[in-house]
C-alpha cells in the first residue's frame, strides 16, 4: 500500500513509526507543517512529526499552503493509496480527498459521533465520560462526519488527565490502524454511517477558558483541572496584601473534590480558603470543597501544595480569584 502521512501532533509518532516499520506499506510522503517561531528567541523549531520523520530518514514535505496547486499536483504524483490523517490541524478539501486511489482515512481521538470538533480528548473529561477511545473513519469533506470503519474504547481513570489520555490513546492508535488496513487488504471494511442525534462538539481550547470560576461545584473545576493538564493549565489569583502587585497568578496542577473532614462552609463567599492544615490548601466551592494540591506559582515551578504555603502566607477566609 503506497501511503501519505499527513499529521503534525505529537499524538501522533507512534502511527507513524507503525506505518515506517510495516513491510507492506510504502510511506511514500509525510506531510506536515512548517516549521514555526518559538520560545523567547522565535528560532524556527519544527514539530514533533517533522523531527521524528528526519530522525528516521522519511520522505518529508511541510508546505506553506496545503491547498496550492503546486502541492495538490505533488500529492497526485506520489499515487497514493491511502491518505492517512491524523492530528493534522488542517480540513482536506474535496479535491484532496480523491487524490488517493482507496480512501482518506483519519483517525480521531474520540469515540464519533461523541466529541466532534478540535479538543475531543479534553472534552471527554470535560463531560466526565467514563470511557473515550480512537475512531478510524473515511473523510468526507465534512468536519469529523465520515462513515466509520472501526473504534477501540479505553477508560478514562477517575484522576485522568489530558496528558495521560493523550498518551493512552496515541499507543492505541497504531493497534486501531492496523486492524483497519487489515480490513481494508481484505475488501471487508465496514462503512457505518454516524447516528446525527448522537453528534456532540466541541470547540478550540483557548487559555482564558482555564481560569478558575469558583462559583462552579467542585467536581467541574477538578473536571478542568484535569482537562487542562499539560495545556493552558487552570489558574486562579491569590491576594497579596502588602505587596505592590495586588495578586499573584497561581496556576493549578492538581486538585481533588470534597472530603468528609472538612465541611462545606456555605456561609463563605466561593472561593473562600477554609483549610490550610494537613498540607492542603481546601476552596469553598458553589457546590463542595475542592482540595488544591499541586501549585505553580507566577515564574516558580511546580510545587506540592505544602512547600507552597510555608513559603506564601495564606490564611482562612482569604479570597481567590
Known amino acids: 500500500m503506497r501511503v501519505v502521512y499527513l499529521g503534525s501532533g505529537e499524538i501522533g509518532l507512534p502511527t507513524l513509526r507503525f506505518l515506517a516499520q510495516t513491510s507492506w506499506v510504502e510511506l511514500c510522503a509525510v506531510i506536515t507543517a512548517p516549521d514555526k517561531p518559538a520560545g523567547r528567541g522565535h528560532r524556527l523549531t519544527p514539530c514533533p512529526v517533522a523531527i521524528l520523520a528526519r530522525e528516521i530518514g522519511l520522505p518529508l514535505q511541510q508546505p506553506k499552503n496545503f491547498h496550492s496547486r503546486e502541492n495538490l499536483d505533488f500529492l497526485r504524483s506520489l499515487r497514493p493509496d491511502l491518505f492517512i490523517v491524523f492530528a493534522f490541524g488542517k480540513i482536506l478539501s474535496g479535491e484532496a480527498l480523491r487524490i488517493p486511489a482507496l480512501a482518506a482515512l483519519n483517525l480521531h481521538a474520540s469515540l464519533l459521533p461523541r466529541h466532534r ?13 467514563a470511557v473515550t477511545g480512537i475512531t478510524v473513519m473515511f473523510m468526507e469533506e465534512e468536519l469529523d462526519a465520515g462513515e466509520i470503519l ?16 493523550t498518551e493512552k490513546i496515541s499507543l492505541l492508535a497504531p493497534e486501531a490502524l492496523r486492524e483497519a488496513l487489515d480490513l481494508l487488504r481484505r475488501g471487508e471494511a465496514p462503512r457505518m454511517k454516524q447516528d446525527p442525534a448522537l453528534v456532540t462538539w466541541c470547540e478550540k481550547i483557548r487559555k482564558e477558558d482555564a481560569e478558575i470560576r469558583w462559583d462552579e461545584p467542585a467536581e467541574l473545576i477538578f473536571r478542568k483541572v484535569r482537562a487542562f493538564n499539560p495545556w493552558p493549565v487552570s489558574y486562579t489569583w491569590l491576594p497579596r496584601p502588602g505587596f505592590g502587585k495586588k495578586s499573584l497568578m497561581l496556576k493549578v496542577w492538581r486538585a481533588y473534590p470534597g472530603g468528609s473532614d472538612i465541611p462545606s462552609c456555605l456561609s463563605q463567599p466561593v472561593g473562600s480558603v477554609v483549610s490550610t492544615s494537613h498540607g492542603e490548601l481546601a476552596v469553598q466551592t458553589g457546590e463542595g470543597i475542592l482540595r488544591i494540591l499541586e501549585v505553580q506559582p507566577e515564574g516558580k515551578k511546580k510545587m506540592h501544595i505544602s512547600d507552597f504555603l510555608r513559603g506564601y502566607s495564606v490564611e482562612v477566609g482569604m479570597k481567590l480569584g
Open 150 to 165: 472501526l473504534s477501540k474504547e479505553i477508560l478514562i481513570d477517575k484522576e485522568e488527565t489530558t496528558a495521560s489520555l
Open 117 to 129: 470538533g478540535a479538543s475531543p480528548i479534553q472534552s471527554a473529561i470535560l463531560s466526565g465520560d
